[in-house]
């Protein structure tokens, strides 16, 4: 197999850009997905092959027996994360036949997909753009076609990927050589004979979730996904399919949740589980196949919990990590008179803080005060609240310089 040459770096020396906050990294992350979850030396051979790249990090990966599929996340800057998929793709295809490839995950090639998402100072463009040259890569080294979809798409029916992948590898390698609608967007018009053909998309974060029923017949796991699937009149955001868990003895759902913030996880799980009882069995637990963003996390903690007055700043390591970066941020050459004026700006807003503490204590015993002390109290309340306000508008420009003043304006919850 011809190996090729490496990916293109950028030009510049760094992989950086200005922003509000100085020096910020490109990052992005890719998710390959490989037609191989049983073969342990196989999986080893590709996650060794995605590694081999420096400033590419192999995050996580998972491998399931009965799709007979490894996931893997990768991250890191653009040119590397690029070059580590396109390796993973020549080893895929060096050690993956897939006309002797069995599993109940739909897929056309040995590397099966391959999306590139935007994390970091990357623009869904940027990253279409990297895309195509990634296609080109693989196609000018292996011999492999393309298909772009989601974002990347070239035309309006590819968007979806189950058109993309309609018929797998058995029916589109028949499709793409009589039919000009399906021909791939890189590449002859042929599949590679073990390999298959690729399909490159861009998309947001996705959230690959599975949920799994005390049932062995997978018409009702079928008959549930289409009931919780938007294709078919379900959630907004949701893809979801019913697969035979044979290894386990029981059926699952597979789901791709495409917009979380949209559609939370607790949502799609909760419609699930009704429709599991509609059909007269119960939902044994669900795993996430990858990584998961931890807003999604927070969402479902905050649903079935009933959490009052829950935010992300309450969880400990966020606070923790919050405060490393900062006891690890380069300090500030800051202009004498400038900090002079920092300094009394973070007294008045520790005075006013203080201030309007008393006044809310003061204001619990309304109801018997005289109504002109209530009015004095309301006053005094009202000034104080000016000066904080004052007070920050004085240091928003500068809060960096000062983190003590940026972290009382919180407390206080100006």
């Not at 490894?70 to 060096?94: F, Q, S």
């Not at 058995?170 to 018009?189: H, K, T, W």
């Not at 599991?276 to 079935?304: D, F, M, W």
């Not at 969880?315 to 006891?327: G, H, K, P, Q, T």
Request: aromatic share 4%; proline share 5%; net charge negative.
């Amino acid at each position: 197999m011809n190996e090729g040459r490496e990916f293109p770096r950028a030009s510049t020396p760094e992989l950086t850009q200005h922003s509000s906050q100085g020096l910020m990294k490109r990052l992005i992350e890719c998710v390959p997905n490989f037609s191989e979850g049983r073969d342990a030396a196989i999986i080893d051979a590709l996650l060794a092959a995605v590694s081999s790249v420096p400033g590419a990090w192999v995050l996580d990966h998972s491998s399931d027996t009965d799709h007979n599929r490894t996931v893997v996340t990768l991250a890191g800057e653009p040119e590397a994360v690029a070059e580590a998929a396109i390796r993973g793709v020549g080893k895929a295809a060096e050690l993956i036949d897939l006309s002797k490839h069995t599993g109940v995950h739909p897929r056309i090639g040995a590397t099966d997909v391959l999306p590139f998402i935007p994390l970091q100072g990357i623009s869904i463009q940027e990253c279409v753009d990297l895309a195509r040259q990634v296609a080109r890569e693989i196609w000018n080294r292996y011999r492999i076609p393309i298909y772009f979809y989601e974002a990347a798409a070239t035309k309006p029916e590819r968007v979806n990927l189950e058109n993309v992948r309609r018929g797998q590898f058995e029916g589109l390698r028949v499709d793409a050589l009589r039919d000009p609608d399906r021909s791939p967007d890189v590449g002859e018009p042929r599949l590679h004979p073990t390999a298959g053909a690729i399909a490159i998309g861009v998309r947001k974060i996705l959230i690959a979730y599975n949920i799994h029923l005390n049932t062995g017949d997978v018409a009702i796991a079928k008959a549930i996904a289409k009931a919780i699937r938007y294709s078919s009149g379900g959630l907004r955001h949701v893809k979801a399919i019913g697969v035979d868990l044979r290894s386990r003895g029981i059926v699952q759902v597979s789901i791709n949740l495409t917009d979380f913030e949209e559609t939370p996880l607790h949502r799609v799980f909760e419609l699930t589980k009704r429709e599991a009882e509609r059909h007269g069995c119960q939902v044994t637990g669900s795993e996430i196949i990858g990584l998961v963003p931890q807003e999604a996390i927070n969402q479902a903690a905050e649903y079935y919990l009933r959490l009052e007055n829950y935010a992300p700043d309450r969880i400990l390591e966020n606070r923790l990590a919050r405060a490393v970066s900062r006891s690890e941020a380069p300090a500030e050459v800051v202009d004498p008179s400038r900090l002079a004026a920092l300094t009394d700006a973070r007294a008045n807003l520790h005075m006013a803080g203080l201030a309007m503490e008393r006044i809310e204590e003061w204001m619990q015993l309304e109801a018997a005060l005289d109504p002109s002390v209530v009015a004095g109290f309301r006053k005094a309340r009202e000034e104080a609240l000016a000066t904080a306000r004052s007070a920050l508008d004085t240091t928003q420009a500068d809060r960096q310089a000062i983190p003590a003043a940026r972290d009382i304006s919180s407390d206080q919850g100006l």
